[in-house]
């Protein structure tokens, strides 16, 4: 969907949902297509 294309897009690994840790590295988005994906960001 096109949520997920954005995230890769941005530069996200999209993968299956998990729950996001306290430091916010990672944030679970939903696709209005279908589907919750995790991006996964990876800082500097």
């Not at 949520?3 to 949902?17: I, K, L």
């Not at 996001?20 to 696709?31: F, L, T």
Request: charged residues 20%; aromatic residues 2%.
């Amino acid at each position: 969907g096109a949520v997920t294309e954005a995230a890769r897009a941005a530069g996200g690994a999209v993968g299956p949902p998990v729950d996001s840790p306290a430091d916010g590295s990672e944030a679970v988005i939903r696709d209005p297509d279908g589907g919750v994906f995790t991006v996964c960001a990876h800082p500097a």
